[in-house]
């Protein structure tokens, strides 16, 4: 229980909002408690039953470009350690043909194409199911964004696709869409005058792929804050640990992000890690939670 408190105490001092700037967080499994990136195809196969392909086909695209990118580029090179800031540089730059290769896939075959945008945004309707079946979400997340919203500037940035339904989702607990408060940086479809997808998505500027673009946005996010740096970033994945280095401090909600931190040879801590949390830090930056409960509590 003194674990538990001293880390709630270390994750509330790095939140002290006297001196933060902004929170950055993810979508999958940090604000979600699932990965949510089958809806967007599920949608498209809801309102296109005769489509001749499923997501087992995409799915299968992805996973040979990923086997080809790991046998034939990660195996024997600098990076496959993963080890430095610089090796997972390269690692998740090359990981970026392999998130397209799914992407382009379902573009070539128009999978998206002639969809209305109302679709996306009554998710719900659209596939049968409730919200909480379809996006259910993080104990304490709605705490804690309460705890901030209109406070502190937020930003959702995934690589997740769209923001469409994240929006709608947040809705139901009263987070709207501000520039200033709540912004979504998140890849899109890109929609026709009539709100129907033309099956493209945004630009290559607006990509968000891999952890190296994360990186590259959390960067410009910092970087346009007129009044200080403090930035606290929230993830689960090893996508998000270049983005967590970039801000700071950060708190991992998920192994993957804290064994990949470990893995570079940052120290984290928290009231999972037991035997070494005997001396938590004052001054830790990156700090291990299951959920937001130690945070909204």
Not at 53 to 79: A, P
Not at 193 to 218: F, L, W
Request: hydrophobic share 35%.
């Amino acid at each position: 229980m003194g674990q538990l408190m001293r880390a709630e105490k270390l994750i509330k001092k790095m939140l002290n909002r006297t001196e933060l700037q902004g929170v950055i967080l993810d979508w999958d499994e940090t604000i979600t408690d699932r990965d949510s990136l089958d809806l967007i195809f599920r949608i498209a196969f809801r309102v296109k039953p005769e489509f001749p392909y499923k997501l087992n086909h995409f799915v299968g695209i992805y996973k040979d470009r990923f086997r080809d990118y790991v046998d034939h580029e990660v195996k024997g090179s600098e990076c496959e350690a993963r080890d430095t800031v610089k090796k997972e540089i390269q690692y998740q730059r090359g990981m970026k043909p392999v998130e397209l290769s799914s992407v382009y896939e379902a573009r070539r075959l128009g999978l998206f194409k002639g969809i209305s945008r109302e679709k996306f945004v009554n998710y719900e309707q659209t596939l049968g199911q409730n919200s909480d079946q379809l996006l259910p979400l993080k104990p304490g997340v709605v705490e804690f964004l309460k705890m901030l919203y209109r406070k502190v500037p937020i930003t959702i940035l995934s690589v997740n696709w769209t923001s469409l339904m994240m929006k709608q989702r947040l809705k139901e607990f009263g987070f709207e869409e501000d520039k200033e408060w709540l912004h979504f940086l998140v890849n899109e479809l890109v929609f026709d005058e009539h709100g129907m997808s033309t099956g493209n998505n945004t630009g290559e500027e607006e990509d968000i792929r891999t952890g190296y673009d994360k990186m590259m946005k959390t960067r410009q996010i910092v970087k346009d804050c007129p009044n200080g740096k403090h930035f606290v970033y929230f993830g689960d994945s090893s996508t998000d640990v270049l983005a967590m280095i970039e801000t700071g401090k950060a708190v991992a909600l998920g192994t993957g992000a804290r064994d990949q931190l470990k893995r570079m040879g940052f120290k984290v801590e928290g009231p999972e890690e037991e035997k070494n949390m005997h001396d938590l830090s004052e001054e830790a930056a990156y700090i291990f939670a299951k959920d937001f409960t130690i945070v909204a509590s």
